[in-house]
């Protein structure tokens, strides 16, 4: 074959970040190719015209390349391969037939994936990162980036994303109702995602949870979560409902039952009393209270010993999350 038209390809392929092997075909035509014959030798021209080269043997290709086409060229610098602003970065080899990449690109937040390419829907999308709890830019609702906290469980693998949080005597709509509370500032004082976008992270999520007195390094102390396919938080709610594990004081279950409440004029909360005995889960009435309790929200009958309502400055938080 000309020796010529496998230099020019050779050349093209080394210049091409996405390039892993390339045929000729009737000596002159130069067709790329992203994949190898060892991931996928269908997709190539077997027409007797046709040589097939890949760039796993470097020897070789250095000892058939011409000066121009020198086998150490930075492809990031000759092609982009990273996309939504994401930095490409040479790797020290090329590719063999097992697979490795030519290059990797570091990418910029909402985005992930081998060239930036995958939208971040949730902290999720983080999961396999430093998994630092804090701050973090995802896509939600309309296609708009936004902070949110991420909270990552060291203990679990849960990764959570905050949507709501307020103080103890902040009289929150249900979540039923569209109530930003300034959703592009996540705070644990007064913080509340608009109902698309909560309902965008959900989508992204398996589990619900809700969190007392928690700011990032707390333990956590009087919680509760379930799985969302059990309970959609986001809608009224009046039964007992399955959750994976709730503790109030030092009373706990795990898979158990638990009532929850939540209409058009009330918050979410979980609500004991001799009327909701049916649930497996009831916290009995603490010793200094006069009323049926409330918990996790609402707090219109106050449980001193809850950590949620312990305090004027105590603060309630309910996120969506998942592995």
């Known amino acids: 074959m000309d020796g010529k038209s496998f230099s020019f390809c050779l050349a093209r392929c080394l210049e ?13 035509k130069c067709e790329l190719s992203s994949i190898n014959k060892n991931e996928d030798g269908s997709a190539f021209d077997t027409r007797s015209g046709c040589v097939y080269y890949d760039l796993d043997a470097l020897d070789a290709a250095k000892q058939q390349c011409s000066k ?39 990418c910029p937040q909402p ?17 396999n990162g430093s998994r630092t709890s804090g701050l973090y830019k995802i896509l939600a609702g309309n296609e708009t980036s936004v902070d949110v906290y991420c909270d990552f469980d060291p203990i679990t693998s849960l990764t959570w994303t905050l949507v709501q949080s307020h103080v103890r005597d902040t009289k929150m709509k249900s979540l039923k109702w569209n109530s930003p509370i300034s959703p592009d500032t996540p705070s644990w004082t007064g913080y509340r995602l ?71 004029n009330y918050m979410l909360h979980h609500y004991s009393s001799s ?19 409330e918990y996790f929200g609402l707090f219109d009958c106050k449980d001193k010993d809850h950590v949620c309502s312990s305090s004027l400055k105590a603060t309630t938080q309910i996120w969506f999350g998942g592995y």
């Not at 992930?112 to 902290?123: Q, T």
């Not at 049916?278 to 309790?293: L, Q």
């Open 111 to 127: 985005y992930i994936g081998p060239r930036c390419k995958n939208p971040v829907r949730s902290c999720r999308g983080y999961r």
């Open 275 to 293: 009327r909701t005995a049916k649930c497996e889960f009831s916290i009995t009435r603490g010793a200094k209270m006069s009323c049926d309790g």
């Open 194 to 264: 608009q109902k698309s976008r909560m309902r965008s992270i959900q989508v992204d999520s398996s589990k619900w949870r809700i969190t007392c007195q928690y700011n990032g390094t707390t333990p956590l102390t009087d919680y509760v979560y379930g799985a969302i396919k059990d309970m959609d938080i986001l809608e009224p709610i009046v039964n007992c409902a399955k959750v994976e594990f709730i503790k109030i004081r030092d009373e706990s279950c795990s898979n158990c039952t638990a009532h929850f409440f939540q209409n058009d």
């Open 68 to 106: 121009t086409c020198s086998s150490s060229i930075n492809c990031c610098i000759t092609s982009n391969p990273c996309l939504h602003g994401g930095v490409c970065l040479a790797a020290n080899s090329i590719p063999s037939t097992k697979g490795r990449s030519r290059f990797r690109c570091e």
């Open 16 to 28: 091409n970040c996405l390039c892993k092997s390339f045929q000729v075909c009737d000596s002159t």
